[in-house]
């Protein structure tokens, strides 16, 4: 079995199993909420601050760009293929009083330009993560943060990776790397 398969399955079968819904989007990864203490978990990692602009590619229902406006006050632009979840988002944030920090656009993550993002969070599949890695080193700045919740990029090192219990069932690990200069 490919190991793409593998991971589907998993996931699937992980989120049966401890209650949460999966939502079967038009794109190449399903929607799988991630938990809030790992939500938490990962601003805390990226440091996030006032100051920051985050993207979260794959947004889903929003949750990481909500939360982060609501205790940092950064803003932040979700990237979501379904038109469901775009929407469930902006009606999220309006109900949180943080849409005016907050944008969320239906578009493929892999098309959409991430230069204004100090920090990018990600809960993809590692060949969606491969497919995205040349996105990022092209379009980030120096100093820009990548948070990934379960998956890592390929062919990158991270600068910390952490591992949060999850229950019996499966542990959340979460990488963190620091975008660098580039040489010419």
């Known amino acids: 079995m490919k190991t793409r398969q593998r991971f589907l399955i998993l996931h699937l079968a992980l989120a049966l199993l401890s209650g949460c819904t999966t939502v079967w989007t038009a794109g190449e990864v399903p929607f799988i909420p991630t938990p809030m203490d790992v939500v938490e978990r990962m601003l805390d990692l ?19 760009i909500i939360r982060a406006a609501k205790k940092y006050g950064a803003r932040g632009v979700g990237i979501e293929i379904d038109p469901d979840l775009v929407r469930r988002s902006q009606a999220a944030a309006r109900r949180e009083g943080i849409d005016h920090l907050v944008e969320f656009r239906e578009q493929d993550a892999l098309k959409v330009d991430v230069s204004p993002a100090t920090v990018v969070t ?63």
Do not use: C
């Open 46 to 64: 990226a440091e996030v601050r006032k100051g920051d602009v985050i993207y979260d590619l794959g947004s889903g229902d929003g949750r990481i």
């Open 122 to 184: 990600l809960y993809m599949l590692p060949g969606f993560n491969e497919k995205l890695r040349p996105v990022l080193q092209r379009q980030l700045r120096p100093g820009a943060r990548v948070v990934s919740h379960d998956f890592p990029i390929e062919g990158w090192t991270p600068i910390r990776t952490e591992r949060l219990p999850g229950g019996w069932l499966h542990d959340h690990t979460i990488y963190l790397w620091k975008i660098e200069e580039q040489p010419h």
